[in-house]
């Protein structure tokens, strides 16, 4: 006898619901699978179980994440009002007394996975925040922690944790053993849909921060297959820090990061803000690409021009600070060149790396090796010059340049007056 047809067996249902819980597992299910946002996800799992039947007054949910900037996400719910709080909590925060005078901290750091405190009466409250509960009028509290496996260890996320929930009552006696028995089988199955949808926007966060955005939904989509890749017209930008092997011979290694980590945010945004995408950090230097079609050309050569220039005035502006505080101090140099590039994945089978590649790459890192030589921090080829339209008299042509490996020489331009060519409408 042969394994049946599950359609046959349950009519399609990923978990076949004959009572009105089990409804409410189904529905976790599908919003796990369809990777349901988290807001909408606690809101709707918190009315559910009061449809059920549960007291609910207040839930709150605090969850790690991987993520550059933001340690983790915390969510307050109340039966009036719904979701009433979406917090952030930094890696740069330092956590307040409140933290570490919690339960959530005497819990993750003696390895308590469930508490529960009834909170009505005299009796004396071993936590601040559920005297405050108490005299809020709620009646019941308890605690349970997931960890997620992902072992994170930080001021915020001791022994790894990865979902942090805490569930209270206002109805008088707390919650019944009945709603217990409903809230112990729901809720590490809204952990486990919570942990579902949680790794996908991890690993989204991870490839954003690490590949750039546009990279990372190619790689997502399944594009990861060695060779693969597709011809593109980009605008190629490729900047470098003059000066990074001086001052890094003068601070101390922990200032080293630091410094660069200064200078690459005065870099990166401008490029960011102006919808291009950055390839890859190499050393003290970057290379960015905007991609475009012959219809928004010229535009795109323009949003790539004004993303280098703001770029170049970011840095002399942390330039200014950093000599004010008696800091060593760098240039910026920047090529800005166009070509036709291959876009995909490079590598050995099991290291990849999703780039552009082709002889304008190698040509727009060679041409801002000339910048210090001709005595500016912005150099363009003839080719973007053309296809920008930019031949104005703010620009100059710097000749014809023979560049290391490259067979023909290239016409390099620089701009003559920057302030005027940035206020001139015909450029």
């Not at 983790?72 to 009433?84: D, E, H, R, S, V």
């Not at 101090?329 to 099991?350: F, K, P, Q, R």
Request: net charge negative.
């Amino acid at each position: 006898m042969g394994i049946p047809d599950v359609n046959l067996v349950n009519g399609g249902e990923l978990f076949p619901a004959r009572t009105k819980e089990e409804q409410l597992f189904a529905w976790l299910i599908d919003a796990g699978m369809q990777g349901m946002p988290l807001d909408q996800l606690i809101e709707q799992f918190c009315e559910r179980l009061i449809d059920l039947g549960v007291g609910l007054s207040r839930a709150n949910i605090a969850l790690s994440t991987i993520h550059p900037q933001v340690s983790a996400f915390m969510y307050t719910w109340k039966q009036q009002g719904g979701i009433i709080v979406n917090t952030h909590i930094l890696h740069s925060e330092e956590p307040g007394e409140g933290w570490f005078a919690s339960p959530f901290f005497f819990m993750l750091n003696n390895k308590v996975n469930f508490m529960h405190r009834t909170l009505e009466g005299d009796s004396e409250l071993d936590f601040p925040v559920l005297v405050e509960f108490r005299e809020q009028g709620l009646t019941d509290w308890f605690s349970q922690i997931f960890d997620f496996g992902w072992g994170f260890q930080d001021e915020f996320r001791e022994n790894g944790a990865g979902l942090i929930t805490s569930w209270s009552s206002s109805n008088p006696g707390g919650f019944s053993k009945e709603e217990f028995n409903i809230l112990s089988r729901a809720i590490p199955l809204f952990a486990l849909t919570v942990k579902g949808i949680a790794s996908f926007k991890a690993a989204e966060t991870v490839l954003e921060t690490y590949v750039g955005r546009m990279t990372s939904q190619k790689v997502l989509s399944g594009e990861i297959t060695r060779g693969k890749a597709s011809s593109i017209s980009a605008i190629l930008i490729f900047a470098d820090l003059r000066g990074f092997t001086r001052i890094s011979d003068s601070i101390g290694r922990s200032d080293i990061v630091k410094t660069l980590d200064q200078y690459f945010e005065k870099m990166v945004e401008p490029i960011e803000e102006a919808g291009g995408e950055i390839l890859k950090f190499i050393g003290d230097g970057m290379l960015a690409s905007f991609s475009y079609d012959k219809e928004d050309e010229k535009e795109t050569c323009k949003s790539a021009l004004v993303a280098s220039m703001k770029m170049l005035q970011g840095v002399k502006a942390l330039n200014q600070e950093r000599e004010g505080a008696g800091r060593r101090t760098m240039d910026l140099d920047i090529a800005i060149h166009v070509g036709e590039v291959m876009y995909g994945n490079v590598g050995s089978a099991n290291r990849l790396d999703f780039t552009v590649v082709g002889p304008a790459v190698n040509e727009v890192s060679r041409m801002e090796s000339l910048c210090d030589q001709l005595e500016t921090n912005l150099l363009m080829s003839g080719e973007f010059v053309s296809l920008s339209g930019h031949h104005c008299e703010h620009l100059e042509s710097m000749g014809l340049h023979e560049l290391r490996g490259v067979k023909e020489a290239k016409e390099l331009f620089r701009i003559r007056d920057e302030a005027a060519f940035t206020e001139s409408d015909q450029c």
